[in-house]
């Protein structure tokens, strides 16, 4: 049996408390006990956090790419382990791989891949999200148009057929009809509405039809105006509705992302997403999108036109951004990016908080908010001194 004690570092508790005197000891993957440090066993491995924190791992249910890589350009069990390797610096230890509308074809590639990725153990995959391809095309933001479809019998095949079995599917409400939604519902997909015009009533609707939660709230969707409350008012006022907040400072104003927090009183239902793109843990920052140059200039993945397409935010820096832009205490913030997501994929009793019996998905952080270590299932995934030495080895240069 593999067993290790976390001491000397302050533990992220699930009630958001930090506590400073007790020690984490994980045996086999998971996270057995939490206990004071005076009563571990003799003998027992150390692992010293060094006065660091120790913190629940990232769970993110929108990662478009990373490491260079779109998922899009090739949904293999390669890109996968890549595209989690890049975001493993950054503190994600669960993610789904996210398919933007793309070829029906190309939504049952991503399924096999994501199902091999699983089943062969590629650390931090846990589902798939399927954004698109039925959405609104006068709310396409950067999909293609020309790849937007109705949703038929051949594109319900195409998104029931071998899913793997934690399934999102972002999809425009008004643009399917509620009995679709009952069924996919039925069918164990987790429904988030998304590029979408609906209207407040029509995307109520779809709520009591089952749809569970808003992708990206504010881009890509109706606004909250006087006489038309649209998928945002509906969303804010819907207390079980579940909302994906891209914190980047670019894709929605600081000021309402804080008043859509405020209008609904509590963080329970809010989610940190990065919308992350190949450029996370890549020094290159540009890329190709559907045969479209996009170039982050000002901190955002942008057309040449100005237009958003995903982002360059990497789940730390989402994680930080909930703290100085929002107001949040940093506990809050860690919140939105653990026990939350995993609440909304229905996975809380196996990941994103530390409690005992859950997965030792874990992450160090430093005191400037930098992931300093990265463990999946209690493995050691991501090493910053490590990384760091072999740099500087490369670099021929003396570490201090
Ligand atoms: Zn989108």
Not at 50 to 60: C, E, H, T, V
Not at 137 to 161: C, N, P
Not at 162 to 171: C, E, Y
Request: proline letters at 4%.
């Amino acid at each position: 049996m593999t067993l290790f004690a976390f001491v000397n570092g302050v533990l992220l508790l699930p009630d958001g408390s930090q506590a400073e005197d007790l020690a984490l000891i994980v045996a086999d993957g998971k996270i057995a006990s939490i206990e004071p440090r005076a009563s571990l066993p003799s003998g027992i491995a150390i692992a010293d956090l060094q006065g660091n924190r120790l913190a629940p791992g990232f769970i993110d249910i929108q990662v478009n790419g990373g490491g260079g890589v779109l998922f899009n350009d090739a949904p293999t069990v390669d890109s996968i382990r890549k595209i989690a390797a890049a975001h493993h610096r950054f503190g994600t230890t669960a993610f789904l791989p996210t398919l933007i509308t793309d070829h029906l074809g190309k939504i049952q590639q991503a399924y096999a891949a994501v199902n091999t990725a699983i089943s062969e153990g590629v650390p931090g995959v846990v589902g798939v999200h399927i954004e698109g391809p039925f959405l609104n095309i006068r709310r396409r933001g950067i999909h293609d148009a020309s790849k937007i479809a109705r949703l038929d019998e051949a594109g319900l095949e195409a998104v029931l057929h071998s899913r793997p079995a934690l399934t999102m599917m972002t999809l425009a409400p008004e643009c399917v009809s509620m009995d679709q939604i009952r069924m996919l519902k039925a069918a164990g997909l987790l429904l988030c509405a998304g590029h979408s015009e609906g209207s407040y009533a029509e995307i109520s609707e779809s709520f009591a039809c089952g749809v569970m939660g808003v992708t990206h709230l504010f881009n890509a969707m109706s606004q909250l105006s006087g006489r038309e409350p649209g998928v945002v008012g509906a969303a804010l006022a819907s207390e079980d509705c579940w909302c994906g907040i891209i914190v980047d400072g670019v894709h929605v104003h600081p000021v309402t992302l804080r008043l859509a927090i405020k209008s609904r009183g509590s963080l329970d239902r809010f989610v940190l997403v990065t919308d992350a793109m190949p450029t996370i843990g890549q020094a290159e920052k540009r890329f190709t999108l559907n045969g479209q140059e996009i170039r982050v200039r000002g901190g955002a993945c942008q057309n040449s036109r100005g237009r958003l397409a995903g982002s360059d935010l990497d789940m730390a820096t989402a994680v930080a951004n909930a703290s100085t832009l929002l107001g949040l205490k940093l506990p809050e913030a860690i919140r939105l990016a653990t026990a939350n997501p995993a609440k909304m994929l229905g996975l809380e009793s196996h990941i994103g908080s530390l409690r005992p019996g859950l997965d030792a998905d874990m992450i160090e952080i430093a005191a400037d908010g930098t992931v300093r270590k990265t463990w999946i299932k209690g493995r050691l995934v991501w090493d910053w001194q490590a990384e760091h030495a072999s740099a500087c080895q490369e670099a021929l240069l003396t570490c201090s």
